[in-house]
């Protein structure tokens, strides 16, 4: 890889970075360090979410970025497993996706070869259950066995004790000498950084550039054979005593002063418009890669569209279930009791029949839908990607709008379809108990004749339902999955996302709930 001439604005025309120059030969590990705020982390998202950066409003730039991103692989902060899948699962995805031959390496295998147990590779471990260190590790030989040339790894040290960070960095070490690779280590964790680097660069708070550290003395890598300990400790002391003096000096500096950004009238009116289009995007986008990974990864789009179906059908099953039981059994009785003096309550149920259901089905199942399942999901696509395990997607050679998007909007929209039946069901049952109660007879041909053989004057209705419930369908879904799938700079726009998209679907149904109510009358 070379980078020359890179530069990095923040949305308000701020400089992080400012000319930064790095070259990274072939089994060359290069270590970058720096105090918070100084860029590394960001120097991470230039390499693989440089579009997004620029949606967002940043400036990137540079004189050169020559890089294969085929060959790039990353190990993001506290690994970023993926917590869907099992320990060989995370493992086997890699291996499939791999950019070059597997040579039939498996999980197991990549396991032993980073000093895990290999048993950590039966089939139903979770991700949850192993330690920093062991998910670490496990990060680790997923990239390696996804093949890539290059890898970078971003604070990988994070939350590891000191025996472990030195376990992490002599891993790192063999397995770039063993596979012939090059690494990228972000850091400020300077026992890890002595341990792996054959070069070490600061990314500077004063000049926000990258200034090599050490460059006529540094040894090599610590950790790598022929270094005694006495001379492990004198350099971890140096590398510390060199950092510290520097955020000691540095270390409020905020980033460098720039020319405000050009502001368009256009741009803006495109940023407005972007969420408002996404669903839509969405929509046609899933659309589109669903019969393809279908027939390509179809054990990829079960298990994404399994995990979706359980939070929005399964496990929310006895409440929908309940909730419309309840609501058939109250409009019902309500209504019976409406007609007043010398208005049997048994000749108004005749008269009204299925009707209710038909009116109040999709519109109540879809704004319960979205605030219970809907909320789930998008909560859990925001969650990947906080946890940067959509990023790993990327990484892996993944694609995210294939492995993610598409079955987990199909499962949405299924599932929805579902929940509309059920509802409408739990509606007749609540209904029934009322019918039962006035000695109605022929009840469930009554409560359900507008649905399977509605009268002529009725049948508009029941078409306009059907049409709906449709509609709701793939709507409520493409919102799903495109405010969930948005990217999450932190916490707070998890919880962003699920409340604008409760908010977004509600006015979807609404409005057409009038649309539909003004054409059909």
């Keep these: 890889m070379q980078v020359r001439g890179l530069r990095v604005a923040l949305p308000d025309g701020r400089v992080l970075i400012d000319g930064a120059d790095l070259t990274v030969a072939p089994g060359e590990v290069v270590v970058l360090l720096g105090g918070s705020g100084a860029g590394k982390s960001t120097f991470a998202r230039v390499l693989f979410e440089r579009d997004e950066l620029a949606a967002a409003g940043w400036g990137v730039v540079a004189a050169e970025l020559d890089l294969d991103r085929g060959e790039l692989g990353l190990v993001p902060q506290r690994?970023?497993?993926?917590?869907?899948?099992?320990?060989?699962?995370?493992?086997?995805?890699?291996?499939?996706?791999?950019?070059?031959?597997?040579?039939?390496?498996?999980?197991?295998?990549?396991?032993?070869?980073?000093?895990?147990?290999?048993?950590?590779?039966?089939?139903?471990?979770?991700?949850?259950?192993?330690?920093?260190?062991?998910?670490?590790?496990?990060?680790?030989?997923?990239?390696?066995?996804?093949?890539?040339?290059?890898?970078?790894?971003?604070?990988?040290?994070?939350?590891?004790d000191p025996h472990r960070v030195r376990v992490l960095a002599r891993l790192i070490r063999e397995q770039v000498s063993a596979l012939g690779l090059s690494a990228i280590v972000v850091t400020h964790d300077v026992a890890l950084a002595a341990g792996v680097a054959d070069r070490l660069y600061l990314l500077s708070l004063a000049t926000r550039k990258l200034e090599p550290l050490f460059a006529e003395r540094w040894p090599g890598a610590l950790e790598g054979p022929g270094h005694a300990p006495a001379l492990r400790g004198q350099w971890i002391g140096e590398l510390e005593a060199a950092l510290v003096d520097h955020l000691a000096e540095h270390g409020d500096a905020p980033p460098l002063p720039g020319p405000p950004p050009v502001r368009s009238l256009l741009r803006a009116v495109g940023r407005r418009l972007a969420p408002l289009a996404a669903p839509f995007a969405v929509a046609v986008t899933a659309a589109a890669r669903v019969p393809r990974q279908l027939v390509r990864h179809p054990r990829d789009f079960a298990v994404v569209a399994g995990r979706v179906a359980v939070q929005t059908l399964l496990r929310p099953l006895p409440f929908y279930a309940i909730v419309s039981t309840l609501i058939g059994y109250t409009v019902l009785f309500v209504i019976s009791k409406v007609g007043g003096a010398g208005v049997r309550p048994d000749a108004l149920l005749r008269q009204i029949g299925g009707?209710?259901?038909?009116?109040?089905?999709?519109?109540?199942?879809?704004?319960?839908?979205?605030?219970?399942?809907?909320?789930?999901?998008?909560?859990?696509?925001?969650?990947?990607?906080?946890?940067?395990?959509?990023?790993?997607?990327?990484?892996?050679?993944?694609?995210?709008?294939?492995?993610?998007?598409?079955?987990?909007?199909?499962?949405?929209?299924?599932?929805?379809?579902?929940?509309?039946?059920?509802?409408?069901?739990?509606?007749?049952?609540?209904?029934?108990?009322?019918?039962?109660?006035?000695?109605?007879?022929?009840?469930?041909?009554?409560?359900?004749?507008?649905?399977?053989?509605?009268?002529?004057?009725?049948?508009?209705?029941?078409?306009?339902?059907?049409?709906?419930?449709?509609?709701?369908?793939?709507?409520?879904?493409?919102?799903?999955?495109?405010?969930?799938?948005?990217?999450?700079?932190?916490?707070?726009?998890?919880?962003?996302?699920?409340?604008?998209?409760?908010?977004?679907?509600?006015?979807?149904?609404?409005?057409?709930?009038?649309?539909?109510?003004?054409?059909?009358?």
């Design 355 to 521: 009707s209710y259901v038909v009116a109040l089905a999709p519109a109540l199942s879809a704004l319960l839908f979205v605030a219970a399942s809907g909320s789930a999901t998008n909560a859990w696509l925001g969650a990947m990607g906080l946890t940067k395990q959509t990023l790993a997607l990327d990484a892996l050679g993944v694609n995210r709008r294939s492995y993610l998007w598409a079955p987990a909007w199909l499962a949405c929209a299924l599932c929805y379809l579902a929940v509309a039946a059920l509802f409408a069901l739990g509606m007749i049952a609540g209904g029934l108990l009322v019918c039962r109660s006035y000695g109605v007879p022929h009840a469930w041909e009554l409560l359900t004749g507008d649905l399977i053989d509605p009268r002529p004057e009725r049948l508009r209705y029941t078409v306009r339902a059907a049409f709906l419930i449709w509609i709701y369908a793939w709507g409520i879904a493409a919102d799903v999955v495109a405010k969930g799938g948005a990217p999450k700079p932190e916490a707070d726009a998890v919880t962003r996302g699920m409340t604008a998209s409760v908010v977004a679907c509600t006015l979807w149904v609404v409005a057409w709930e009038l649309v539909t109510v003004i054409v059909v009358v």
């Design 79 to 160: 690994g970023a497993l993926f917590d869907h899948l099992d320990v060989a699962g995370n493992l086997d995805l890699a291996i499939r996706h791999a950019s070059g031959a597997a040579d039939g390496v498996t999980p197991a295998d990549w396991l032993a070869r980073v000093g895990l147990d290999p048993a950590l590779a039966r089939p139903g471990t979770p991700v949850t259950r192993l330690s920093g260190g062991q998910a670490q590790r496990v990060a680790v030989a997923r990239v390696l066995a996804s093949r890539r040339k290059l890898l970078f790894l971003d604070e990988p040290s994070v939350g590891l």
